[in-house]
Nanobody, 126 residues
Framework: QAQLLESGGRLVQAGNSLRLSCAAS????????KGWFRQAPGKDREFVAA????????IYHDSVKGRFTISRDNAKNTVYLHMNNLEPEDTAIYYC???????????????????WGQGTQVTVSS
């Protein structure tokens, strides 16, 4: 059974950096697009970033542009979210997800993703 496992979340102070990882097991997701989403306390889950299967195309939510970078290592079946200059507003559970194709106009639509991880908690203190 295919699984996605996020890691790397922890408590950090504002202005610091973190790198989240999402490792896939049980199935090869290398050609598939992947996305990161997050859910803050009391809020709906929202899109953060996505990357194509090749890694050549990316898309970001406006709130993280210039601070977050999504990347992938298909040899390791892992996608990363590099987060710089973290803000308290970035506090959330971060989830990775996978879908078959990278279509820029629909990458932020959660229902288009077919598999999800359990999430990793990121807490940013002021």
């Amino acid at each position: 059974q295919a699984q996605l496992l996020e890691s790397g979340g922890r408590l950090v102070q504002a202005g610091n950096s973190l790198r989240l990882s999402c490792a896939a097991s049980g199935r090869t997701f290398s050609p598939y697009a992947k996305g990161w989403f997050r859910q803050a306390p009391g809020k709906d889950r929202e899109f953060v970033a996505a990357i194509s299967g090749s890694g050549n195309f990316t898309i970001y939510h406006d709130s993280v542009k210039g601070r977050f970078t999504i990347s992938r290592d298909n040899a390791k079946n892992t996608v990363y979210l590099h987060m710089n200059n973290l803000e308290p507003e970035d506090t959330a559970i971060y989830y990775c997800a996978v879908r078959a194709a990278f279509i820029r106009a629909t990458m932020m639509h959660q229902t288009s993703y077919t598999a999800w991880g359990q999430g990793t908690q990121v807490t940013v203190s002021s």
